[in-house]
């Protein structure tokens, strides 16, 4: 099996026959190609590297397969980016060859499932000379970062580069400046040479635009890689990127790092940086994140202690004054290691029951922890009656998709099916967002108020340490099936930090469809399409994740309980999906 990078698009024929978007289309993506070959034939020694046959579906470890890695670069990939970092600092390995083995990945991976928008070798091979020219007359690194390849998402406004947003209206819109966040990861050691596809408008919860087309999770090619940092998603979890960032308002990190089996970190607002001002549209009501998608949790961890390093705070007027916390770490690593933490278990958000093999990751997930002696508990936290979805989507829409309308019309681009956008009778009035505001505010008491009574249910009498969930009512979908959000959107409605465990992949057999002998009653209209979409075949090899769910600014905490559940589940501390 193949994807068609072009299956979003219709046939791009004679010129003459093109609308003035399609001509755009067209030319960049015989730059997207040229740039491609040039990257491919720098880091491979060819233009085209080897693909598997079209028969194939999964092609997770085809770049290893392949035989187009060779051993240093196997090596290099397939390290935790602290080990990259410190092999770096002692001058073991240089920043060139570093770049070169995850752009060999990058570009074999953009053959298999398209996650690329952008990329710029050229520019990175600049940056990383100039770092090993430092270390070479130095021998030390310039910052935490010294080295080490990052994607960046095509929301990252990137200097000389495009910020399509998934629009073609914006493809040739260079910047003449970066992010600040962008500066700083630079300046800290970054190196940065691609940038990674995104759905039109981002509102999506799969990958695909006019532009670049369609991206997949290399588990299941007949499978979406999730949205809106799809395209980072799909390139870490084929070992294109030590670490992505990404994006999130209503699950855009962990739905993607649930699709491709990868870990993701969405922080509380305010806790990391994302856009300056001039970049940002605010509500102060849900308000976007930015976050690492990494393959360890150790990836999560460096981005959050380097970026934490910074000072954010400093720089980014939204930002608090929160640098990171060791002790709370090394706590929450002590009492999980005398097995003291609370594990509480979500089975649902009481309007979509999970597809099988969820249920099955979240029932192993509770017994190897309660084999490890931690204590676990059933929590019914949510009735389906809170409106969680019904006040976000009111969030998200409030302009009546004002600029996106706008956008689309600069070239009679069309929208994609797997958008549903505002009218601007949609649009709320100031008193209307204001309301809005009050039940989201309603919200989050509630529910911390719920949180803290978990206290009654525990043998020590402490609120659960962290919440488990499903990542969604089901795995990676069948393209263009993607429809239902809250679960991915439960964290920025409460504004609590939440994270992606991958914790299996689909089996026909273990993950079958109950007899009819067990009569299914849905809970909603959601989850009666969900049940009928089910059938576990279509979702083979599609990877399982769990969310684990803390309170608000508690990213050391949700980090360190990530690395008790990677411990019960018998992976080392230097595992990579």
């Not at 520019?123 to 990383?128: E, P, Q």
């Not at 990190?253 to 856009?275: D, E, K």
């Not at 958008?419 to 949609?426: A, R």
Request: aromatic residues 6%.
């Amino acid at each position: 099996m193949t994807l068609n990078s072009d299956a979003a698009s219709p046939n791009l024929v004679k010129e003459s026959h093109l609308a003035q978007w399609e001509l755009v289309v067209a030319r960049n993506r015989a730059e997207r190609t040229k740039a491609l070959e040039a990257a491919s034939t720098l880091s491979i020694g060819k233009a085209v590297p080897s693909l598997p046959s079209t028969s194939i579906s999964n092609v997770r470890n085809w770049p290893i397969d392949s035989g187009e890695l060779n051993a240093r670069q196997l090596a290099i990939t397939e390290c935790i980016p602290s080990e990259i970092l410190r092999r770096l600092a002692t001058s073991q390995w240089t920043a060139e060859e570093v770049l070169l083995a995850f752009v060999a990945r990058a570009v074999i991976a953009q053959h298999l499932t398209n996650p690329l928008s952008d990329i710029f070798l050229d520019d990175g091979l600049h940056r990383a000379r100039e770092l090993d020219d430092i270390m070479s007359k130095t021998g030390i690194p310039i910052g935490p970062l010294h080295g080490l390849p990052i994607s960046l998402k095509d929301v990252m406004n990137l200097k000389g580069h495009a910020t399509t947003l998934g629009f073609v209206a914006r493809a040739d819109q260079m910047l003449e400046d970066s992010d600040e966040l962008v500066k700083k990861l630079a300046d800290a050691g970054a190196v940065f040479y691609c940038k990674t596809n995104v759905p039109q408008t981002l509102m999506s919860g799969e990958c695909v635009n006019f532009l670049y087309g369609r991206t997949a999770t290399p588990d299941n090619l007949g499978l979406s890689a999730g949205g809106s940092s799809g395209g980072e998603g799909s390139l870490v979890s084929l070992g294109g990127s030590a670490i992505g960032i990404g994006t999130d308002i209503g699950g855009s990190i962990r739905t993607p790092a649930n699709f491709n089996g990868v870990y993701g970190l969405c922080p509380s607002q305010g806790r990391l940086p994302l856009h300056p001002a001039k970049y940002t549209t605010p509500t102060y009501l849900i308000n976007g994140v930015a976050g690492p998608i990494s393959r360890s949790i150790d990836g999560l961890e460096v981005y959050t202690r380097a970026v934490l390093s910074l000072q954010p705070w400093l720089w980014d007027f939204s930002c608090n004054n929160m640098p990171w916390n060791q002790s709370v770490y090394n706590e929450t690593r002590a009492e999980g290691a005398a097995r003291k933490l609370s594990f509480g278990f979500i089975a649902n958000d009481g309007i979509v029951r999970p597809h099988p093999p969820i249920e099955r990751g979240m029932a192993e997930v509770k017994e190897a922890l309660r084999h490890q002696g931690f204590e676990t508990l059933d929590i019914d936290f949510f009735s389906g009656k809170e409106r969680l979805e019904e006040i976000a989507l009111k969030t998200y829409g409030c302009t009546g998709g004002k600029a996106t309308h706008e956008l689309l019309a600069r070239l009679d681009e069309p929208l994609i099916k797997e958008v549903v956008l505002s009218s601007p009778e949609d649009a709320l009035t100031a008193s209307e967002l204001l309301n809005v505001g009050k039940e989201i505010y309603g919200l989050r008491q509630h529910f911390l108020e719920k949180w803290f009574n978990t206290r009654h249910l525990t043998a020590n009498g402490r609120p659960v340490d962290v919440f488990i969930l499903p990542s969604g009512g089901h795995v990676a979908p069948p393209h263009g099936t993607m429809e239902y959000l809250l679960y991915e959107a439960i964290s920025n409605i409460l504004d609590w930090t939440c994270a992606t465990v991958p914790v299996g992949r689909v089996d026909p057999v273990l993950d079958s469809r109950p007899g009819t002998d067990i009569p299914f009653v849905p809970m909603s209209e959601y989850d009666r399409r969900n049940w009928e979409r089910y059938t576990p075949e279509a979702y083979k090899d599609g990877a399982i994740c769990l969310q684990v769910l803390g309170q608000r600014q508690t990213e050391e905490k949700v980090l360190a309980c990530m690395r008790v559940i990677d411990a019960a589940l018998g992976r080392p501390e230097g595992y990579m999906a």
